[in-house]
């Protein structure tokens, strides 16, 4: 089942802070967050796995709720260069890649000078 | 390294023809994936496979085939294109999610467009 992304959209001013929500209604082994451009492929930022960990690195970071079956991404003092739409992805409790990767819709994310 | 190449990156087709989309990866990933991407519905997944000779159905399987004879190649066929399969298909692999990795490396995309 697909996972929901909170919001759909956001604009914010360079330097500005952002928080992604990605929430699933199944028990997860494991959340991936990917950023794309407009006419690129998605790039992977970070996987967390199950047992609630928090990950980082340079101003974005991400964290993952195993109870709640939620994870956010946020995105500190906001550079040009972080616009564009964010995936998460999750995979169900059976891990090591037996059930796939199911993506949410996308937060697309603009940031203006 | 190439990482995941995909061809071709345009194609045009008519209603009711068939087509191979290619998928090579050089990184000796086990997992490999294909998705298809329309406008406000993100990345749905159409088939992937955990291993040479092992594939699986995703979300959206209906009127693709795969076959895994290699861990480079993974190829989708589309058996009788129709319009609603116009859409931008990426493939993705993966060296392992059971430890976390590396997440997906995407290929560059094939935008299709069926008429």
């Known amino acids: 089942q697909q996972p929901v992304q909170s919001p759909q959209a956001v604009i914010l001013r360079e330097g500005e802070d952002a928080v992604i929500n990605c929430s699933s209604s199944?028990?997860?082994?494991?959340v991936h967050w990917y950023r794309q451009k407009h006419g690129e492929a998605p790039v992977f930022l970070m996987i967390?796995?199950?047992?609630?960990e928090q990950k980082g690195h340079d101003k974005i970071s991400a964290s993952f709720n195993e109870k709640k079956q939620q994870s956010s991404l946020y995105l500190t003092a906001s550079q040009l260069s972080y616009s564009g739409t964010y995936f998460c992805?999750?995979?169900?409790?059976?891990?090591?890649?037996?059930?796939?990767?199911?993506f949410g819709k996308g937060t697309h994310l603009i940031i203006q000078p | 390294n190439a990482g995941v190449t995909q061809t071709p990156k345009f194609q045009v087709l008519k209603t009711g023809q068939s087509m191979t989309l290619q998928c090579a990866q050089d990184?000796?990933?086990?997992?490999m994936s294909w998705y298809r991407q329309d406008p406000g519905m993100g990345l749905r997944l159409i088939h992937y496979?955990?291993?040479?000779?092992?594939?699986d159905q995703g979300e959206v399987p209906n009127g693709y085939n795969v076959s895994r004879s290699t861990t480079e190649d993974f190829p989708l066929r589309l058996l009788s294109a129709a319009p609603s399969q116009t859409s931008v298909y990426f493939c993705?692999?993966?060296?392992?999610?059971?430890?976390?990795?590396?997440?997906?490396?995407f290929g560059s995309g094939t935008r299709l467009t069926v008429v």
């Open positions: 992805g999750t995979e169900g409790q059976s891990g090591g890649g037996a059930d796939g990767l199911t």
């Open positions: 990184m000796n990933h086990e997992y």
């Open positions: 967390l796995l199950k047992g609630g």
């Open positions: 496979s955990v291993g040479a000779g092992i594939t």
């Open positions: 199944k028990a997860l082994y494991s």
């Open positions: 993705a692999s993966s060296y392992s999610l059971a430890t976390g990795g590396d997440g997906y490396t």
